[in-house]
C-alpha cells in the first residue's frame, strides 16, 4: 500500500487595486524611513515572498496587510447588507442571539 500525493503551488500576489497592474504599487513620492526592525524576520519575510531586497519583501508585507484589510472591510459590507435584507436564519444550535 502507498499513498501518492502530489502538491501544485500557485504563486499569488494581489495586484494594483484591483487594475491587474504589477504586483508593487508604484510610489510617486518616496520617502526615506528608518527603522529599527528584527533582521530574521525581515529574511524570513523575505523567503516567503520571494523578494529579492529587503525592501521589496516589506512592501509586499505592507501590500499584503493593505489587502487584507480591503477584503475584511468587503466581506464586512456584504454581511451587513445580508443582515438588513431581512432574511431569517434557523439557527439549529441556538448560538445566536438577537
Known amino acids: ?13 494581489p495586484s494594483g487595486e484591483g487594475k491587474g497592474g504589477t504586483f508593487m504599487g508604484t510610489a510617486r513620492i518616496r520617502s526615506h524611513k528608518h527603522f529599527q526592525l528584527d533582521t530574521v524576520k525581515i529574511k524570513r519575510a523575505q523567503k516567503a515572498l520571494r523578494a529579492k531586497t529587503e525592501t521589496e519583501a516589506i512592501e509586499r508585507a505592507l501590500d ?7 477584503s475584511n472591510r468587503l466581506v464586512l459590507e456584504a454581511t451587513e447588507r445580508f443582515v438588513k435584507s431581512g432574511i431569517y436564519i434557523k439557527d439549529v444550535y441556538d448560538t445566536l442571539s438577537g
Not at 500500500?1 to 500576489?13: D, Q, S
Not at 499584503?64 to 480591503?70: G, W
Open 64 to 70: 499584503l496587510a493593505i489587502a487584507e484589510h480591503e
Open 1 to 13: 500500500m502507498y499513498i501518492k500525493m502530489e502538491y501544485v503551488y500557485i504563486r499569488w500576489y
